[in-house]
């Protein structure tokens, strides 16, 4: 099983490797860079040189090139005489340009009447091979003591320490390193949390311009939720403050100064309301455990009464929920509850009542329930014509007996291989439910990415739903081999 498990996880990273290579290069290379910026409203009231200066810096961000002002251009040439490098047309500052070009770099000059007209810029568009080095180079940051250079702070204390956080909680704490905190535990899930490594995929753009894409997804929304909490100084005092996420910051302001200790004053703020990746969670897992409580019963009595009413009225429901179209269902079951004083837009009412999620998770489970009720009826219907039954039926158990100890374990195996699916892409969302009740939750995110030409969303999303897709069948087939003992993932000698 080791050997199995081992071999998977890294077919499974290949994998995901394999799919996110394909998008960024199809991303970066297919796209027309002009698209990037239609939804830039920064852009669009730039003229001139500025225009042209802010385009360039912007693609450099995003990844797309390699670009040079005339001073950066100097600085890179170690030029000797500055001010004689950045006058056009000197001679250090041809002797510079011309090994730029050599370089393979486009050499630039700003043709447009302002202060900038007459300076010379490089630029030089990665290759694909390139755009993968430094898509992965960047994609895993390790966080270590020796990570901040303060010239302000030169005598820094470098190293790792066990301590207390501000809840009195073991922490593992840097001093440093980017952040203060490198483990800590906390209520919230997974309860164990890191700061030591981290997965970067670049900024967001245009939309949350300069929020780097994973703080888009995982930061909370609404309005800051202010609580009581004692800083390092002794202060004690409600602010939003996440302790937990302070990382080092070089100029401290008497606010700062006030609170904390040291320079770890740079740190994130409590919202009132969850983040996009849980409030999709929320809703996915609340409608998928609703779809089991009422589908697996309902299947389990088909199957036993196969041909009687309930049975009959079962296929009926399944035949229904199967051929109305999913938008038509969700207006429909909307204007319901909206007659019976449901919101029809979650944002009516909010986060903090229960009536926002009351149609939307019904609307969901009913789109889970045709599959999982027709499997589970089929599974257990076919597992019933088995000898095992039969010979159960000769020594004399009940049938309620055989069912619920025989026929149910076994047409159970082919569900619980698709739990771990269910429960783990339910972060994904649902894209037209939250669209139609305005839920800002993950499923809109995706489409939305891609309408705007946000390619580091577009990349981030695809690498987290792989992941999580990969990682789902995974545990799927690990879960069938509790389930039925009988199962096995080890490839036998004789089937190789």
Same mark, same amino acid.
Not at 251 to 272: S, W
């Given at each position: 099983?080791?050997?199995?498990?081992?071999?998977?996880?890294?077919?499974?990273?290949?994998?995901?490797?394999?799919?996110?290579?394909? #998008? #960024?290069?199809?991303?970066?290379?297919?796209? $027309? #860079?002009?698209?990037?910026?239609? +939804?830039? $409203?920064?852009?669009?009231?730039?003229? /001139? !040189?500025?225009?042209?200066?802010?385009?360039?810096?912007?693609?450099?961000?995003?990844?797309?090139?390699?670009?040079?002002?005339?001073?950066?251009? &100097?600085?890179?040439?170690?030029?000797?005489?500055? +001010?004689? &490098?950045? /006058?056009?047309?000197?001679?250090? !500052?041809?002797?510079?340009? +011309?090994?730029?070009?050599?370089d393979g770099f486009t050499v630039e000059k700003l043709q447009q009447f302002d202060e900038m007209q007459g300076n010379s810029i490089a630029y030089r568009y990665y290759g694909v091979l390139e755009l993968l080095g430094n898509f992965?180079?960047?994609?895993?940051?390790?966080?270590? $003591?020796?990570?901040?250079h303060d010239p302000k702070n030169p005598d820094m204390e470098r190293g790792y320490s066990i301590g207390l956080d501000h809840n009195n909680v073991p922490a593992i704490k840097c001093s440093g390193c980017e952040y203060k905190y490198q483990l800590y535990f906390n209520t919230s899930f997974p309860f164990i949390h890191t700061n030591a490594l981290k997965l970067n995929f670049g900024i967001s753009y245009p939309t949350n311009a300069g929020v780097p894409t994973m703080d888009v997804i995982s930061t909370g929304q609404g309005t800051m939720d202010s609580f009581e909490q004692t800083f390092p100084t002794g202060e004690v005092l409600k602010s939003p403050i996440l302790q937990h996420t302070c990382k080092y910051k070089?100029? /401290?302001?008497?606010?700062?100064?006030?609170?904390?200790?040291? !320079?770890?004053? !740079? &740190?994130?703020?409590?919202?009132?309301?969850?983040?996009?990746?849980?409030?999709s969670y929320i809703f996915g897992i609340s409608s998928l455990i609703l779809a089991y409580l009422i589908s697996l019963p309902y299947a389990i009595a088909m199957a036993r009464n196969k041909g009687k009413f309930v049975d009959k009225s079962g296929i009926v429901l399944i035949n229904i929920l199967i051929a109305v179209p999913s938008l038509a269902l969700i207006f429909f079951v909307k204007y319901i509850g909206f007659a019976f004083g449901m919101p029809d837009k979650f944002p009516q009412l909010g986060f903090t009542n229960i009536k926002s999620y009351i149609l939307p998770i019904i609307i969901l489970a009913l789109l889970t329930m045709p599959s999982l009720m027709m499997w589970v009826r089929r599974y257990m219907v076919d597992q019933s014509n088995a000898d095992y039954v039969k010979f159960a039926k000769a020594k004399g158990l009940s049938k309620k007996e055989i069912s619920r100890n025989h026929i149910l374990k076994n047409a159970i195996i082919p569900i619980v291989n698709g739990l771990p699916s269910s429960i783990i892409l339910a972060i994904s969302g649902a894209v037209i439910t939250e669209s139609v009740f305005s839920i800002p939750g993950m499923g809109k995110m995706l489409p939305d990415a891609i309408k705007s030409t946000n390619n580091n969303m577009v990349i981030t999303l695809t690498f987290i739903f792989t992941s999580l897709s990969i990682l789902s069948v995974f545990l799927g087939d690990l879960l069938m081999t509790f389930v039925d003992p009988r199962i096995s993932l080890n490839v036998k000698e004789g089937d190789k």
């Open positions: 099983m080791k050997k199995y498990i081992w071999t998977r996880l890294l077919k499974s990273i290949i994998s995901i490797l394999i799919v996110v290579s394909i #998008v #960024v290069i199809m991303l970066y290379t297919l796209i $027309p #860079v002009s698209k990037i910026f239609e +939804n830039d $409203p920064a852009r669009q009231k730039l003229k /001139t !040189n500025y225009k042209t200066v802010y385009t360039y810096s912007r693609l450099e961000d995003l990844g797309y090139l390699d670009y040079y002002t005339i001073g950066e251009m &100097c600085l890179a040439k170690d030029s000797q005489d500055i +001010n004689a &490098c950045i /006058t056009a047309g000197s001679d250090e !500052n041809i002797r510079v340009l +011309n090994e730029f070009e050599a992965y180079k960047k994609l895993i940051v390790i966080d270590h $003591p020796f990570k901040i070089y100029e /401290t302001d008497h606010l700062d100064q006030k609170r904390f200790d040291d !320079n770890y004053a !740079n &740190c994130a703020l409590k919202y009132d309301s969850p983040s996009m990746i849980q409030t």
